[in-house]
């Protein structure tokens, strides 16, 4: 499992990151790194998400080149 830092600012980088993460198969999370989590795949999800301190995404295969454009910071061991 990864775990990438990310930044969604506008509602342009949060339709732009679902759609993104939409495509890929598997479970894609956002998480705030201390227990609350939703589906990375879902917008109102995301929309909720932006408002946490810290966000991450997870997921159970290595999507990093897929969102690229979203990571803050990569964490290189298996997370959660």
Known sequence: M???KIELVTMNDIRRF???VSA???DIRLTDG???CVNAKSILGAVAAVE????YCWSET???EHI???CVEEETADAE
């Open 18 to 20: 679902v759609d993104t």
């Open 24 to 26: 890929i198969p598997g």
């Open 68 to 70: 690229a454009d979203f």
């Open 62 to 64: 290595d999507i990093g």
């Open 2 to 4: 990864k775990r990438y």
């Open 34 to 36: 201390q227990g609350f």
């Open 52 to 55: 946490w301190s810290s966000l």
